[in-house]
């Protein structure tokens, strides 16, 4: 089996999300490819996160062209973001049923 960094394919992609000029990147195939980003977008997307988790499309997009990233990766981290979050919030509320119920 092939590994994941065998899987790459070059495409031309918009330099930023403003411009028409074209860059060449190489990118991995799979869909489920993890997204990098850089410190500075992820504390810029973790800011807007705390104060609103469920952005509108209008919110995603002024997001996105602040972070300079595509609107559809700024909806899938907040999708995957949201999702960690909640995961956080159930295991949080299965604490506090198991400590109560150590106390009759």
């Known amino acids: 089996m092939r590994k994941q960094e065998d899987k790459m394919v070059?495409?031309?992609?918009?330099?930023n999300n403003h411009?028409?000029?074209?860059?060449?990147?190489?990118?991995p195939?799979?869909?489920t490819a993890?997204?990098?980003?850089?410190i500075e977008q992820i504390n810029k997307l973790e800011s807007k996160f705390l104060h609103q988790k469920w952005?509108?499309?209008?919110?995603?997009?002024v997001i996105a062209m602040e972070s300079n990233l595509l609107?559809?990766?700024?909806?899938l981290w907040f999708q995957a973001r949201r999702e960690k979050w909640m995961?956080?919030?159930i295991a949080a509320i299965a604490l506090a049923k198991e400590s109560?119920?150590?106390y009759p």
């Open 10 to 15: 070059q495409v031309s992609l918009p330099a």
């Open 19 to 27: 411009s028409k000029v074209h860059t060449s990147r190489t990118i």
């Open 29 to 31: 195939v799979s869909p």
């Open 34 to 38: 993890p997204e990098h980003f850089s």
């Open 55 to 61: 952005p509108d499309k209008t919110r995603v997009v």
């Open 71 to 75: 609107t559809r990766d700024v909806e």
């Open 87 to 89: 995961q956080g919030v």
């Open 100 to 102: 109560l119920s150590e």
